[in-house]
């Protein structure tokens, strides 16, 4: 069938670009999760910059992130600090070593060159890739993470942006992070 097809071919890619995240990773001592949790929070709003929300990011326990972003923070790559309002709240935060390193190793030099000599419409595989996400999240019951601009929360009132949600104001920067509340507007 093409659908399975399609699978093993993402799949494959899926398998490529780990190993070399793997392979650049190493001599920072990062491996992939690492990689993909500090470039989560890289794009993570306020809402969405806590452990929990990696774990349910990455998919993965509790446990299994807890000990992760230790070692990152143990690497001077990760800050912690407690929340303003709600003190059993930590939000996480790349520092500018991880953001550097990120900037180099995300997404890996190889995708780089595949897609520029691929000479693939990439809005057009952006476009069908988030749909096909989309599909998986909802058959999957799991959270969008999608980007307040595209929420159904985000209200547009006079001087700026405001979550429907929270009730908070949100600045035009706010709006183009992951938050984990999202839901699909559309």
Not at 2 to 28: K, M, N, Y
Not at 62 to 88: F, H, I, Y
Not at 121 to 128: G, T, W
């Amino acid at each position: 069938m093409v659908q399975d097809g399609t699978f093993h071919l993402i799949e494959r890619l899926g398998s490529l670009l780990r190993s070399e995240q793997r392979r650049l990773g190493a001599p920072h001592d990062l491996e992939p999760v690492h990689l993909q949790a500090l470039a989560y929070l890289s794009r993570a709003n306020r809402y969405s910059d806590t452990p929990i929300a990696v774990a349910e990011f990455l998919g993965l326990t509790k446990g299994n992130v807890s000990q992760r972003l230790m070692a990152l923070e143990r690497a001077g790559l990760l800050t912690r600090r407690p929340d303003g309002t709600d003190g059993r709240v930590v939000h996480l935060a790349p520092t500018a070593r991880a953001r550097t390193l990120l900037r180099a190793l995300t997404p890996p030099p190889g995708w780089r060159a595949a897609l520029q000599t691929a000479g693939i419409d990439e809005a057009a595989m952006v476009s069908a890739l988030t749909a096909l996400l989309a599909g998986l999240q909802r058959a999957n019951a799991q959270r969008t993470f999608g980007q307040c601009q595209t929420c159904r929360f985000l209200r547009r009132e006079k001087g700026g942006f405001v979550c429907g949600l929270t009730l908070e104001p949100l600045t035009p920067a706010d709006t183009q992070l992951l938050c984990r509340e999202h839901e699909s507007a559309a």
